[in-house]
DNA sequence: CGTATCATTGATGGGGCTCAACACGCGTGG
DNA sequence: CCACGCGTGTTGAGCCCCATCAATGATACG
């Protein structure tokens, strides 16, 4: 029993990516962590920015630019089980080696910090705690949403809710950049980049979606959506 | 690319749900918020512990039994994210409201504590703090490890490792109990039930695992599996 | 024995993977 | 300037795995 509707199906998530208030207010509490001028590093497109394994010493938050977050199986396929943008923190889901790899999409910008000290921090800051806690309760949400689109949802649904979602975190009305190639699209999402290709295709077909250029796209209203 | 291995991949996670060391000595200290004598609620088999969208005042520990957790979407359909079994809990992943539904498989047995008490008593004892960011952090970890399942194995695969995984959780050597029905496992690894009744005839016809009724199994070991 | 629930097995069709060809932009170097 | 390669995206043809629909067993309980 698939999804028929393509704009399908929101679980019971308040809405997309709106965070809830409390994490309105929690969320400075664990930026301060982080120092607003200090120690930037650069990442050039499709370098790593940390590997699977390796010593979890340093935590980041991202100044600018995409992440692809993913795990390799032995036969070498790929899994992002997430892109993190400007504003997400990276580390906090590890504590001795990272269990994923991450990796740039774009040129990214990070900010860092030494886990060691920002454990300390943690350790001291009860607020801070709940803040973490709340984060990490998103991301649990957030997977399980995800499971449910891979587990239930036809391709094209998969790529329109993958597209709005985008659209809805990067909040501005109008052209939204489309910062991933389809390959990662297609691994985000568990499909084959073909299969994504003939997503769009189709999108663009029945007026779902707008395109300029291949890393440009623009959602249309449901009304339209549904009248296709 | 699918896994060719029927007995594929572990990602990197160190063992099948073996606890880190940390974890190991952690955990205690969140039984500890539980009254071993008091308190314990019993709930018959399809029976609901708690639903979505309810106020989550109120957090559980599993004295025994299998709970499912699980999500609908608007049409009904249901998606389990996970079954959690005896020395389990159920809560932490909330504030004020449950964002999935809880129902027993079986008959299940619950140490439960109100929420209040329970926050107040993490927000003073900070290797409590600890102790459940590493459970979360596992439960990221699995979610993403279970993503990966639902994007990539084929049916048979998915069905061996979800066995093999349920009868590591367990322990015990010899036949594993299984307590949920075909259904329940089809929500779980994202197939139908029938599909999940053909792996089912399928492992035993290759002797991947023996079957005494049809709710106790066991693993048969790689090497016969090889040979297969 | 009749009924209900659950599991198994078969037949059929479709959605997406695979293999393959082609289009397009962009760089380099003749 | 055009040729050529290369990376990326699109589109087509064919096939296979799994969802679907349906029938038959198996077991428990009245």
Same mark, same amino acid.
């Given at each position: ?13 308040p ?18 962590l982080?120092?607003?001028?200090q ?5 050039l497109p ?7 394994g ?5 935590l ?18 790929r ?19 990272w ?5 740039a999409?774009?040129?990214?910008i ?15 800051n009860? $607020?801070?705690?709940?803040?973490? =806690? #709340?984060?990490?309760v %998103? &991301? ?5 949403? *995800?499971?449910?689109? +891979? ?9 329109y ?6 659209a ?6 109008g052209?939204t ?14 499909l ?8 769009? $295709?189709?999108?663009?077909?029945? =007026? #779902?979606?707008?395109? %300029? &250029? ?5 959602? *249309?209203?449901?009304? +339209?959506?549904l009248?296709?």
């Amino acid at each position: 029993m698939h999804c028929h509707a393509t704009h399908s199906t929101t679980l019971t998530e308040p809405k997309t990516g709106r965070p809830a208030p409390s994490e309105t207010d929690l969320e400075p509490r664990i930026a301060k962590l982080f120092d607003p001028r200090q120690p930037v590093r650069h990442v050039l497109p499709d370098h790593s920015i940390l590997l699977q394994g390796e010593p979890a010493d340093t935590l980041y938050q991202i100044v600018s630019g995409t992440v692809r977050c993913c795990t390799f199986s032995e036969d070498g396929v790929r899994q992002i089980f997430r892109f993190a943008g400007a504003g997400d923190y990276l580390g906090f889901a590890d504590f001795e080696t990272w269990h994923f790899t991450a990796e740039a999409v774009d040129h990214v910008i990070l900010r860092a910090v030494p886990r060691p000290r920002a454990e300390a921090a943690i350790a001291q800051n009860p $607020s801070l705690q709940v803040a973490l =806690r #709340a984060m990490m309760v %998103r &991301g649990l949400a957030a997977r399980e949403r *995800h499971m449910f689109m +891979l587990a239930y949802m036809p391709a094209e649904d998969r790529l329109y809710r993958f597209l709005t979602d985008l659209a809805a975190r990067r909040g501005a009305s109008g052209f939204t950049v489309l910062p991933m190639k389809r390959r990662d699209i297609a691994d985000h999402i568990g499909l084959t980049f073909e299969t994504v290709s003939r997503g769009f $295709s189709s999108l663009k077909r029945k =007026r #779902a979606i707008e395109m %300029r &250029g291949n890393d440009r796209f623009r959602i *249309h209203s449901d009304d +339209l959506l549904l009248a296709a």
